[in-house]
C-alpha cells in the first residue's frame, strides 16, 4: 500500500498551508485541514501501529473515531497522551507523534515474536493457564505480561494543561452535525426553539462530504454550509464543534468534551485544553450516524485493507489516494459507489468482487464505464502480504462452509471492504435503550425511547439521504410538539440523484484457506472468529459471556467496526437468529475522556474546598504546620527554627502544663439550640442530663447512637432558659446537625425546638494553663475570675476592649483553662491582645499534636476511642447514664453484648521503646491478642510514651506487662498496664 | 440523578445526603422494648422496585424528604416534605 | 467553486468569544458590608404571627414568597426554607429589636452577622461563571430578578439574590468566603 496526494482535490484542506509535523522521529509534510492519518497516507506511509496482543503490523482502516488499528501517542513531555487516533488528530504546525505498541521500532517489533505463542493465547488464556496455579506463579508472569500487553504508555508526570468544567442547559440538544442533525437544527431554529448543537470534528455535514445528490437544487454539502452559516447566526442557538458527547445519563442529563485547543501545539494563555459541558437538556435529538461493517475472512488486518467508504472519505475531503492498484470487496450497492467515486477521483480501482449474482443494471453499466473488472457471485478468501498486502484471493460464493471453485489471484496493494453499515446507538444502549433488529441492513437501531430523546438519520438505521432528511424532519416536529411549539410539519426539501442504499448481503464467516490462519472480528483487541467459536464450544455462548470471555467489544473502540459480525457470527454458530442472540450494552464513555477534563479545575489545593478560621494567616505567619482535619486546617504544630515535630509538640505541652497556652478550636461544630423545648430535646439526645442545668453552666456530653455505641462528644452551654449552645467534635459536626434536624423533623415534632449551625459565626480559643488565669484577667473586663464567681462549668460574659466575648471554665487538658468565644470577624483581634497579653506569662500557641499529647496523658476519650465500636462502658463512662429518662441509644445500650465483661475496655500503656507506639497496633498477652491501641503520644510530663488502649477485661491487666506489635513495620515493644489518667487524677491542676 | 426538592427546585444528587428507610417506624421515645428497637434499627426488607427512603437537602433548605425510589431504575416517582412543614413547599410559592 | 471551508471560531461559542478579550471588565467582583444578619424561624402553629409581624416591622407589602427576597431600605429578607426567615441589614441594633419581636414560643432568633460574608458579582459574563460550579439554571426565565436560592458551589455554601441581570449578591459561609473568592477569580480567568 502506498497512498499519494491527488491534484487538486480534498474539499478540508488548504494546499497554501504546509505544515511540518513528524511521526516515530521522520519528519512530513502535510496540509491545513489534514488529519495526522491523511497526511501520512498522503506521504506513502502504510504501517502505523502494532496490534495488541500478537503485535501484528497493522495500518489505518477507516477516517473517523471509529478507528480500531491506527492508534498514536501525542506530544512529548509531561503533555503526552497515548491512544489517540490518527484518523481524528487534526494537523497542526510542529505536531509529533509516534507510534505504539512495538519495540525497538514499528517496523521491528521484538514482541511480534507474540505471534508463535498464538495457539496459546486464545480466549480465555488467562483462566486456563493460570486456574490452580497458585497466586505466587501469576505474579511472576504478571510482571511480563503486562510489559508486552497495553497500547501506549500512560504518562508519568502530572498534566500542565488546563481543564474546565461548566453546566449548559438548553431546550434542545442535538448530536451531530450531519445532514439529519443540520436540518433538524435548522427545521427547530426556524421556529425559535433554543438549540445546542455539537459535533464532533471541526467539519459540518459529517457523510455530505461523499454524498452525490443534491439537496434543494444544490450538491448536499453546499445545503451544509449555508445550513451552519443560518445557524451561527441564530441568538438561540450554540454550536459547539470539536465536541464528543461521551456519555448519556438519567433525566436528560449528558456530558460531552469539548476539545478547545488540542489542534493547535499548545494552548493559549488562560485557555483550557478541553472543557466539559454537563449538559441539561429537555429533549434530545440523536443524529450520531453509522460506521461501515467491515466482512472477515482471513488476512483482513493487513496494512492496506481497510473500510471503502473511509478511503472514498480519504479522497474526497483529504485528497488522498490510498493505493496504486486497489480491490473493492463488497457486498452491497454503497460499495460500487464508493469505487466508482474513487475510479472517477483518479484512483486505480482494478476489480469490484461481489458475492451477489446480479447486479443493478444502470451499476453494471457504470462499472464497465470505468473499466472496472467485475467479479459478481465471488468472494475474497484471503488477503496475503507481510508489512503491507501483495495479493487477494477471490474463489465462487458458497453459502456452504467449504469453499468451491477455483481460487483466483489478483495482485493489489490496497482490498477495499464494505460491509453495510452499522448505526452508531451507543448513547441510546447507555440509558439502557433497548436494541431492535431491522433485517433490511443486518443491523440494530435504537428502540423505543427510555427517556425524551429521538434518533434520527443513519443513527436510525435511515441510511440513504431521502429517507435521513424525512427521519430528521420528524424528530424535529416531534420535539417541537413536545416543546408546544408550532410547526409546519411539511417543511420543503427535494432530494435527487442520492446515493443508494446499502443492503448487505449476509456474509458471515467466509472460510480460511488453512485452520491456523486469523480471521480477526475485533482489530483492537486481537479477537479472532476462532476464539469466538473456541468460546461458544467451552459453553460462553451468551453474549454477555462472549463479550467478557474472549475481550471483543471491550477495547476503547467498544467493538464500532466489530460488534455486528460477532453477533452475526455467534448466531450462526448457535443456529439462532441475530436479535434472538441479543446485544450487549453500551458503557459511559463512548469515548475516550482526558481525566483532566473530569477533574476539571478540581486539582491540587481546590481538590477540596478549605475551611479557614480568622486566624488562619496568624498560623501560617508564626510557623504553623497545618493539617486538613474536617475541611478545616488547623495548625498541627507552631515549628521553631530547627525544631523537628516531636520536639515542637513537646516543648507545647509542657509550656501549657508549667505555663499557658493557647490553640485555636474555632473548627469545633457549634450548634444553636432554641426553643421552649430545648432542654427537654437535649435530655432524649444526650446520654447525661441537661433539664436541670442552670443558666451560665456548662456540662460535658455524649451522645449514642440508636445502636447503643458512643456517637459523638461535646459540651453544652446554657445560655438563657430556652437557649444552649451544643459544641460537637470537628469532624462529626454535620453528621450531629443533620441527626438533631432528622429526629425533629420526623420523629418528635411535637418539640418545639430549633437547631442551626453557628460554627462560622463564632472564633473559638481555649487558654490553658497555670497561668491562663492572669493572663485573662489582665485584659477580660465585665466579668470576675474570682473562684466563687468563675467556677469550673461556668459560662460568662466579658469584653476584650470593645469586642465581646464568652467565657466558658473548661478544660480539655486537665489544666486550668478557659475557651473563649467572640463573635468570627473580631477572631483575630482577640487572639492578638490574647498574645500581647500573654507574653510576660511567656503564652506558647499550641497546636492539635500537643493537645492530643495533653488530653492523652489526662485519659480523655478523643475520634480514635469514638470510633462507632465502643460503648459508654468501654471507656469507662457508664456512670454518666444515670438517668432515669430514654435518650438515643438508651434501650440497645444494654444488649448483652454490649455489657458482656468480655469486652475490650480503656486502659493506658506507659512503653519502656524511645519510639512512639502506633495507633492501632496489636497489645499481646502471651502471644494473644487482646486489644489495640487508640491513642498514642510522647508524655513530655512523664517522659514516656504513652498509649490509651482498648484490651480485654482491661482494668484486670493493671500493673501487668505486656506486649505491644506493629507487624507492618516490625516494632515491639513491652509496656505496662497503667489507669488510663496518666497524670493529676485527683484534677488538682483545674485550680492551679 | 435528580431530586425536586419542594422547596428549592429540582437540585442533584450530590446535594442531598441519605438519611435511612422510610418504611421503618422509630419506636416512641419511651418505648424500652429492646425488640422493637432492634427491628428498627437493624431490620431491613431491601426491596427491588419501589422504595421509600428519607433523603436529607443538606446543600440547602435542610428539610427532610420522603423520595420514592425505584431501586432498579432508579426513577423518582414523588418526593414529600416530611417533618412539621409537610404541606409546604410547592403551594407555597 | 464556492469557499466549503470554513474555521471553526466562526461558529458562535459562548466561551471561544470570551477567550480573546482581554481586562475587559467581563466580571465584576466586590466585597459587600452589611451591618447585621438575623435568622428567624418560627413553628408550624406560629409562622402566620411571625409573618405578620415581620411583615409591619420591615415595613413591606408581604413578606417574600418561596425562593424569593425582598428590599426595603437595603434590608434584604429572603424565605429559603420552611418557617425560616433570613434577613440581612445595616443597624447592629435591628438585631435585639427584631428578636424583641417574638416570644421564645413564637420563634427562634439567631444572630448569623458574622456567619456569612457578601459579595456581589456583575457585568456580562456572572451567569456563565457560576454555572461553572453551579448546575442550576440561572437564565432570566427560570431565575428573574427578585429570586433567591440556596445551594452549594464546589461543596461551599451559598445563598445567592438575583438582583439585576447578571447581577448577584452572594452571601457565603464566613469560613469558606477566602475559597469562595479564589475560586470565583480561577472561574473567570478565562473572560478576563
Known amino acids: 500500500m502506498s497512498g499519494y496526494r491527488l491534484k487538486d482535490s480534498g474539499i478540508y484542506i488548504d494546499t497554501a498551508q504546509e505544515l511540518r509535523f513528524e511521526f516515530d522521529g521522520k519528519k512530513y509534510v502535510g496540509y491545513q485541514g489534514d488529519t495526522l492519518a491523511s497526511a501520512l497516507l498522503a506521504n506513502g506511509v502504510t504501517l502505523f501501529a502494532r496490534s495488541f496482543k500478537y503485535h501484528r503490523p497493522r495500518g489505518v482502516y477507516t477516517a473517523g473515531p471509529e478507528e480500531p488499528n491506527a492508534l498514536v501517542s501525542l506530544r512529548t513531555g509531561d503533555r503526552h497522551e497515548p491512544n489517540c487516533h490518527a484518523t481524528t488528530v487534526e494537523l497542526y504546525d510542529g505536531l509529533v507523534a509516534r507510534s505504539q505498541n512495538a519495540w525497538p521500532s514499528l517496523n521491528t517489533d521484538f ?27 501469576w505474579h511472576f508472569c504478571e510482571h511480563f505480561i503486562r510489559r508486552a500487553a497495553g497500547m501506549g504508555q500512560g504518562g508519568l508526570s502530572a498534566d500542565p494543561d488546563k481543564y474546565e468544567k461548566t453546566n449548559h442547559f438548553t431546550d434542545v440538544f442535538i448530536i451531530g452535525g450531519g445532514p439529519a442533525g443540520l436540518l433538524a437544527a435548522d427545521t427547530l431554529a426556524k421556529i425559535g426553539a433554543k438549540i445546542t448543537l455539537v459535533e464532533e470534528s471541526n467539519n459540518w455535514g459529517g457523510s455530505l462530504s461523499e454524498e452525490e445528490g443534491l439537496i434543494n437544487g444544490e450538491p448536499a454539502l453546499y445545503w451544509a454550509n449555508n445550513v451552519v452559516k443560518i445557524l451561527t447566526k441564530n441568538e438561540k442557538v450554540t454550536v459547539l464543534p470539536r465536541t464528543t458527547v461521551y456519555g448519556y445519563f438519567d433525566d436528560n442529563t449528558l456530558g460531552a468534551i469539548e476539545r478547545v485547543s488540542d489542534h493547535k501545539q499548545m494552548p493559549k494563555n488562560n485557555e483550557p485544553r478541553q472543557r466539559h459541558h454537563k449538559i441539561f437538556a429537555k429533549r434530545v435529538i440523536i443524529a450520531t450516524g453509522s460506521v461501515e461493517r467491515p466482512i472477515v475472512f482471513e488476512g483482513n488486518d493487513i496494512p492496506g485493507v481497510m473500510l471503502a467508504n473511509s478511503a472514498l472519505r480519504y479522497a474526497k475531503r483529504y485528497g488522498v489516494a490510498v493505493g496504486n492498484k486497489v480491490v473493492v470487496f463488497t457486498n452491497n450497492d454503497d460499495g460500487y459507489h464508493s469505487a466508482i467515486e474513487l475510479k472517477k477521483m483518479g484512483v486505480n480501482i482494478i476489480a469490484m468482487v461481489d458475492p451477489r449474482s446480479t447486479l443493478d443494471p444502470e451499476l453494471k453499466t457504470q462499472i464497465e464505464e470505468q473499466n472496472i473488472e467485475h467479479h459478481p457471485g465471488c468472494m475474497v478468501t484471503s488477503a496475503k502480504g507481510g508489512k503491507s498486502l501483495n495479493h487477494v484471493n477471490i474463489a465462487h460464493f458458497s453459502r456452504d462452509s467449504g469453499s468451491s471453485g477455483s481460487l483466483q489471484r489478483i495482485n493489489a496493494d490496497v482490498l477495499l471492504i464494505a460491509g453495510g453499515y452499522t448505526p452508531t446507538i451507543n448513547l441510546c444502549s447507555q440509558i439502557g435503550t433497548k436494541a431492535d433488529f431491522v433485517e433490511e441492513i443486518q443491523s440494530f437501531v435504537p428502540g423505543e425511547s427510555t427517556q425524551p430523546f429521538v434518533a434520527c438519520g443513519a443513527a436510525k438505521g435511515q441510511l440513504d439521504l431521502e429517507s435521513t432528511l424525512c427521519g430528521a424532519v420528524e424528530a424535529a416536529v416531534q420535539t417541537a410538539k413536545y416543546l408546544n411549539l408550532d410547526i409546519d410539519t411539511h417543511p420543503s426539501i ?53 463479550k467478557r470471555y474472549t475481550t471483543m467489544g471491550m477495547a476503547a473502540d467498544q467493538g464500532k467496526t466489530s460488534n455486528m459480525n460477532a453477533l452475526a457470527l455467534i448466531a450462526k454458530e448457535r443456529g439462532i437468529s441475530i436479535p434472538e442472540a441479543g446485544t450487549t450494552s453500551f458503557r459511559v464513555p463512548s469515548k475516550p475522556v482526558a481525566l483532566g477534563a473530569l477533574a476539571g479545575r478540581d486539582v491540587g489545593n481546590h481538590y477540596h474546598a478549605l475551611r479557614r478560621t480568622p486566624v488562619h494567616e496568624w498560623h501560617i505567619k508564626n510557623g504553623a504546620e497545618m493539617v486538613d482535619t474536617g475541611g478545616w486546617h488547623r495548625p498541627r504544630v507552631y515549628k521553631k527554627a530547627g525544631e523537628s515535630l516531636f520536639e515542637a509538640y513537646s516543648r507545647e505541652a509542657k509550656a501549657v502544663r508549667n505555663n499557658v497556652g493557647i490553640v485555636d478550636v474555632t473548627s469545633l461544630g457549634k450548634i444553636d439550640v432554641q426553643g421552649p423545648d430545648a432542654a427537654e430535646f437535649l435530655d432524649r439526645v444526650y446520654a447525661n442530663s441537661f433539664q436541670k442545668l442552670p443558666v451560665g453552666k456548662a456540662k460535658y456530653g455524649i451522645m449514642l447512637r440508636d445502636d447503643g455505641y458512643i456517637f459523638d462528644d461535646g459540651t453544652v452551654w446554657r445560655l438563657g432558659e430556652t437557649q444552649f449552645l451544643m459544641t460537637t467534635t470537628t469532624v462529626n459536626a454535620a453528621r450531629v446537625l443533620s441527626e438533631l434536624e432528622r429526629l425533629l423533623s420526623l420523629y418528635w415534632p411535637e418539640l418545639k425546638v430549633h437547631v442551626s449551625s453557628q460554627s462560622d459565626q463564632w472564633a473559638g480559643m481555649a487558654v490553658a494553663g497555670p497561668k491562663s488565669r492572669s493572663v485573662l484577667e489582665s485584659i477580660i473586663t465585665d466579668m470576675s475570675f474570682s473562684e466563687e464567681d468563675c467556677p469550673v462549668m461556668s459560662v460568662r460574659k466579658g469584653r476584650i476592649g470593645k469586642w465581646p466575648v464568652m467565657v466558658a471554665r473548661l478544660s480539655f487538658s486537665g489544666e486550668r483553662a478557659y475557651e473563649i468565644l467572640t463573635p468570627r470577624n473580631y477572631g483575630l483581634d482577640v487572639w492578638e491582645a490574647i498574645m500581647d497579653a500573654g507574653k510576660p506569662f511567656g503564652i506558647t500557641p499550641y497546636g492539635t499534636e500537643s493537645m492530643g499529647a495533653l488530653r492523652i496523658e489526662k485519659g480523655h476519650i478523643g475520634g480514635p476511642e469514638m470510633d462507632g465500636r465502643t460503648t459508654l462502658g468501654d471507656v469507662g463512662m457508664e ?30 500503656l506507659i512503653s519502656d521503646g524511645i519510639k512512639p507506639l502506633r495507633p492501632g497496633s496489636v497489645v499481646l498477652k502471651n502471644n494473644e491478642i487482646v486489644g489495640h491501641v487508640t491513642s498514642a503520644t510522647f508524655s513530655p510530663i512523664l517522659d514516656k510514651n504513652i498509649a490509651l488502649a482498648l484490651v480485654r477485661k482491661g482494668k484486670k491487666h493493671i500493673g501487668e506487662n505486656l506486649q505491644v506489635v506493629f507487624p507492618l513495620k516490625d516494632e515491639a515493644y513491652n509496656v505496662r498496664v497503667v489507669d488510663p489518667c496518666f497524670y493529676d487524677a485527683e484534677g488538682k491542676q483545674l485550680y492551679a | 440523578m435528580k431530586i425536586k426538592c419542594p422547596i428549592c427546585g429540582k437540585r442533584e444528587a450530590s446535594e442531598y445526603t441519605y438519611i435511612g428507610d422510610a418504611t421503618v417506624k422509630r419506636p416512641d421515645v419511651n418505648n424500652t422494648d429492646e425488640q422493637s428497637w432492634f427491628e428498627y434499627v437493624f431490620q431491613r426488607r431491601n426491596p427491588r422496585g419501589d422504595h421509600e427512603e428519607h433523603w436529607q437537602h443538606t446543600a440547602a433548605c435542610r428539610s427532610i424528604l420522603k423520595v420514592k425510589r425505584n431501586t432498579v431504575t432508579h426513577k423518582i416517582s414523588s418526593v414529600d416534605l416530611e417533618g412539621p412543614w409537610q404541606g409546604q413547599g410547592e403551594e407555597n410559592n | 467553486m464556492p469557499e466549503l471551508n470554513f474555521a471553526a471560531n466562526q461558529l458562535q461559542n459562548p466561551y471561544l468569544d470570551l477567550i480573546d478579550e482581554v481586562n475587559n471588565n467581563c466580571v465584576k467582583l466586590n466585597e459587600v458590608q452589611f451591618g447585621f444578619g438575623v435568622l428567624v424561624k418560627a413553628w408550624p402553629d406560629s409562622f402566620t404571627k411571625v409573618q405578620e409581624l415581620l411583615t409591619s416591622y420591615l415595613k413591606v407589602q408581604e413578606v417574600p414568597r418561596l425562593r424569593n427576597f425582598v428590599n426595603r431600605h437595603n434590608i434584604y429578607c429572603a424565605f429559603l426554607a420552611p418557617g425560616q426567615f433570613i434577613i440581612f441589614g445595616h443597624e447592629p441594633n435591628m438585631i435585639e429589636e427584631i428578636a424583641n419581636l417574638f416570644e421564645a414560643d413564637i420563634a427562634s432568633v439567631l444572630d448569623i452577622s458574622h456567619s456569612r460574608r457578601c459579595f456581589r458579582l456583575s457585568a456580562a459574563k456572572s451567569t456563565l461563571v457560576l454555572n461553572k460550579g453551579l448546575p442550576i439554571n440561572l437564565e432570566d426565565e427560570e431565575f428573574g430578578i427578585g429570586k433567591a436560592f440556596q445551594s452549594t458551589i464546589h461543596s461551599m455554601g451559598v445563598i445567592v439574590f438575583k438582583t439585576g441581570a447578571d447581577e448577584f449578591l452572594i452571601f457565603t459561609s464566613a469560613s469558606y468566603s477566602v475559597s469562595f473568592v479564589e475560586w470565583l477569580f480561577e472561574a473567570s480567568a478565562e473572560f478576563g
Open chain 1, 111 to 137: 514482541m511480534a515474536v507474540n505471534q508463535f505463542f498464538a495457539p496459546l493465547l486464545i480466549a480465555g488464556f488467562y483462566y486456563k493457564t493460570f486456574m490452580g496455579t497458585g497466586q505466587k506463579f
Open chain 1, 879 to 908: 456512670r454518666l447514664s444515670s438517668k432515669k429518662g430514654s435518650y438515643i441509644g438508651s434501650v440497645l445500650k444494654n444488649r448483652h453484648g454490649l455489657k458482656s465483661d468480655d469486652r475490650k475496655t480503656m486502659v493506658g
Open chain 1, 494 to 546: 427535494k432530494v435527487e440523484k442520492a446515493n443508494r442504499k446499502a443492503i448487505p448481503f449476509p456474509l458471515t464467516d467466509i472460510p480460511s484457506t488453512n485452520s491456523s490462519a486469523k480471521k480477526f472480528i475485533d482489530l483492537q483487541h486481537d479477537v479472532t472468529v476462532n476464539d469466538l467459536k473456541i468460546a461458544h464450544r467451552e459453553g460462553f455462548s451468551s453474549v454477555e459471556h462472549l
